[in-house]
Structures are given as structure tokens and as C-alpha cells.
């Protein structure tokens, strides 16, 4: 069955509401209408059920069309509105426009209403369907960014998991295994050599593995993090990266206090281990420079390295899941992440996120971050103070 456009009218003339209807039947329009003159009619048929269309005089005797426009304005804006008079100059015109009114026609053209009703519904409907698709999309992007959260909770809970067990577990068992083998080769014959230094071997070869259980179980979720917080932790990874890469690494912090949200210093943690590996892959360079400080409440790490240079549109690409990972973390706190290129000058990465857990977030503290930077492991100032 064909709908009927539900019309609400704002005319104080029944002759010209009478015109109106007709121009409307001539050209095929199929409506219900409902005439108001007085502002309190108004309200009172917008209230009981909002109408597909308004149509409105513009200078009325009770009530005028300003009025009427900005009532529907407020109370269903998505309702198109068009205004219906005998008289209105262009500027009056331009300015109801401007107001939000969705088109004008003079009662002298009435052939002009149908087709601007049936346009104004049409782009009404559009913009109705845009606004359900952005909401959907908004709903998904919520779910995902929710699901991202639960992903990285659970993956970092994990890898704590297992680093321990691989600590705690395996660790001990070959500390155990090492006890036995120096207790054994204590007792063997002083002639037999080849059994002492085939125990000698072993006992090194248990070294090793102590060793690399110690590191796998670092790599996994770094203990340092957890018990000495993100400077200690940020200090250690610079150091080990150096060690590692040979390309110089220098680290400068200015915190006046221990960062105390555990899973903000995961995030920063992580997204620092994430610039290096892109710098060990991608930069080619000599140098990274890594500060952390803190600015108007929010913590603040800034990676530079001295290499290639990222170009614009390695940094806009979708596909890189590594920079949109590094975003993500940075986005579920409420913060971001700014990366910038020079071609053979280098990249740097900036990370600002809002520092939950200082008393003094929100507050701006109007300080040059580099002024009271120290050089070298000040990591007790943030053992210190935490817990
Ligand atoms: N420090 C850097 N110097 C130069 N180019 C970089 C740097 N960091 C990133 N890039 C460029 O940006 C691209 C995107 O980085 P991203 O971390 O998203 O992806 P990836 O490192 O290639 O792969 P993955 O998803 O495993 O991290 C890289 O492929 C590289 O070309
Ligand atoms: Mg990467």
C-alpha cells in the first residue's frame, strides 16, 4: 500500500491552504495533512507525532515562521522544512536557509512544492539511512576496539604466565640439575678425566640453558616492568637493544614520580619495543634517542632515530599493522601516537597519553621537559615511590 507523506501545515489562510493541498494533488502527492495557526497547536502536533514534512507560512498573525523553524529545529531537526509564503526577498530567503531551513517556495509557484517535498523527503531519507550507517559503524568500531582491549589483556596475562612458569619452573629444575652434577663430579675418582670433563661440559651446557631460559622468559614480559616500573624497564630495553643491534642507544627521562597504571606502562612499554624492532628492520640507522617526560598531565615518549626517514605513505597505509598496533594501544587510553619522517634525516615517534594515575594530570606544568632531564639509571626514583 502506498504511505501517505503525513504533512503538518502552518497556514492561517484556508483558501491558501486549500491552493497548497491542490498544487500537492495535482502533481500525484498522496498526504495527510494537518493545518496549526497558533504556536501552542504547533507544539502540541510536533510533541504527539513528528510529521514527515512542514510546510510554513512565514508571516502568520499569532505566530510567525522563525519561530516555527527554530521549534522544529530543536525538537526534530531530521524533519525537513520548507517554507510556503506570498512574499520573501532573497536575503530573508538566504538567512531561513542558513537557519536550517531545507527550501523556500512562493505561493505564486506552487507548481515548484511538489517536486521540493519529494526532493526534501528523498535527501531526508539519505541522510537518515547515512546517519544509521555511521551509527553501525561507530557500534563495530567500539566492539572492536573493545575486543582489541580483551585481546591485549589476555595476551599480556599470557605471556606473564608463561614467562614465570618458564622462570619459575625450568629455571629452578636446572638449577637443581646443576646442584646434582657438582655434587656427582665431586665424587668422581680423581683419575677418571674423561668423566670430569664430561661433567665439566654438561655443567657449562646447563649454564647455557639457564641463561637462555632467563632470556626467553625476559623477552616474554620483561620482570623489570613489573617490579621497577616503565623507566627501569624502558632504561633496561634501551640498553639491551645497544648491546644487541650495536646502534647507539641513549635514553633521558624527566619524571617527577613513578607511573603507577600497570597497563599504561605495558602500553608504553610495548609500543617502544615495537619502534625498535621497526628501527632494527626498516631505519638503517646509527643512532636512537629516546626521552619519556611528562607535559600538562599527559606522559610523553618520544623515539627519534637518524635513519632512512619513514615516508608519508608507509605511515598512512592501512596495512601497516604494526603503526596502527602501536595507535590502538596508545588510542585505548585515550592518548595517540604521531609519527614524522625526514628522508635520510630519520623517523621519530612521538607517544602521548594521558597519565591516569598522576595527581596532577589535567594540570598544565608549563615546563621544558628537556631543563630537568638527568642522564643515566635513575630507575630507584620510580622504584622508590611505587606502592
Ligand atoms: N623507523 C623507521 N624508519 C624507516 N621506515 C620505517 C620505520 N618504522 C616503520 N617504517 C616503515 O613503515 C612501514 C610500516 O611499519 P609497520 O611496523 O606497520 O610494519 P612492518 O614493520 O613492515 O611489519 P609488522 O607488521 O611486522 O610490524 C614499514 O614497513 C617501514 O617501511
Ligand atoms: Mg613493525
Redesign the pocket.
Known amino acids: 500500500m502506498k504511505k501517505h507523506i503525513r504533512i503538518l501545515m502552518v497556514e492561517d489562510d484556508p483558501a491558501d491552504a486549500e491552493l497548497i493541498k491542490h498544487a500537492l494533488r495535482k502533481d500525484g502527492l498522496s498526504f495527510v495533512l494537518e493545518r496549526v495557526e497558533t504556536g501552542e497547536d504547533y507544539l502540541r502536533v510536533l510533541a504527539k507525532t513528528p510529521p514527515d514534512v512542514i510546510l510554513s507560512d512565514y508571516a502568520l498573525p499569532t505566530f510567525d515562521g522563525y519561530a516555527a523553524l527554530a521549534i522544529a529545529q530543536k525538537n526534530c531537526p531530521e524533519v525537513p522544512f520548507i517554507f510556503v509564503t506570498g512574499t520573501m526577498g532573497e536575503e530573508v530567503a538566504i538567512e531561513t536557509l542558513k537557519n536550517g531551513a531545507t527550501d523556500y517556495v512562493l505561493k505564486l509557484r506552487l507548481s515548484r512544492l511538489a517536486p521540493a517535498v519529494l526532493r526534501a523527503l528523498r535527501e531526508a531519507g539519505e541522510r537518515a539511512e547515512r546517519k544509521r550507517a555511521l551509527e553501525q559503524l561507530r557500534q563495530s568500531h567500539e566492539q572492536l576496539r573493545a575486543l582489541s582491549v580483551y585481546l591485549q589483556h589476555i595476551r599480556e596475562e599470557e605471556r606473564m604466565r608463561i614467562s614465570r612458569a618458564v622462570h619459575d619452573e625450568l629455571g629452578q629444575a636446572l638449577t637443581g640439575l646443576k646442584i646434582d652434577l657438582s655434587w656427582l663430579s665431586h665424587r668422581l675418582p680423581p683419575q677418571s678425566n674423561r668423566l670430569i670433563e664430561k661433567a665439566r661440559v654438561m655443567s657449562s651446557h646447563i649454564d647455557e640453558t639457564i641463561e637462555t631460559v632467563r632470556r626467553i622468559s625476559t623477552e616474554l614480559r620483561p620482570g623489570i616492568l613489573d617490579h621497577l616500573g616503565l623507566v627501569a624497564a624502558i632504561d633496561w630495553q634501551a640498553t639491551e637493544f645497544q648491546t644487541r643491534t650495536g646502534i647507539q642507544c641513549r635514553f633521558a627521562h624527566a619524571l617527577d614520580q613513578a607511573v603507577l597504571d600497570e597497563n599504561l606502562n605495558t602500553a608504553f612499554f610495548r609500543i617502544f619495543q615495537?619502534?625498535l624492532?621497526?628501527?632494527i628492520?626498516?631505519?638503517g640507522a646509527t643512532l636512537v634517542e629516546v626521552d619519556l617526560y611528562e607535559e600538562a598531565g599527559r606522559l610523553i615518549l618520544e623515539v627519534r632515530?637518524n635513519?632512512?626517514?619513514?615516508r608519508r605513505e608507509?605511515?598512512s597505509?592501512v596495512k601497516?599493522?604494526?603503526?596502527?598496533g602501536m595507535r590502538e594501544r596508545a588510542a585505548l587510553f585515550g592518548g595517540e601516537v604521531r609519527i614524522t619522517?625526514t628522508p635520510k634525516k630519520g623517523?621519530s615517534v612521538t607517544v602521548s597519553i594521558p597519565n591516569r594515575s598522576s595527581p596532577r594530570s589535567n594540570k598544565r606544568t608549563h615546563e621544558n621537559p628537556y631543563r630537568r632531564r638527568s642522564r643515566g639509571s635513575t630507575a630507584w626514583l620510580e622504584a622508590d615511590s611505587r606502592r
Open positions: 615495537e619502534t624492532t621497526n628501527i628492520r626498516h631505519a632515530d635513519g632512512r626517514g619513514i608507509q605511515i597505509n601497516s599493522i604494526g603503526l596502527l619522517g623517523t
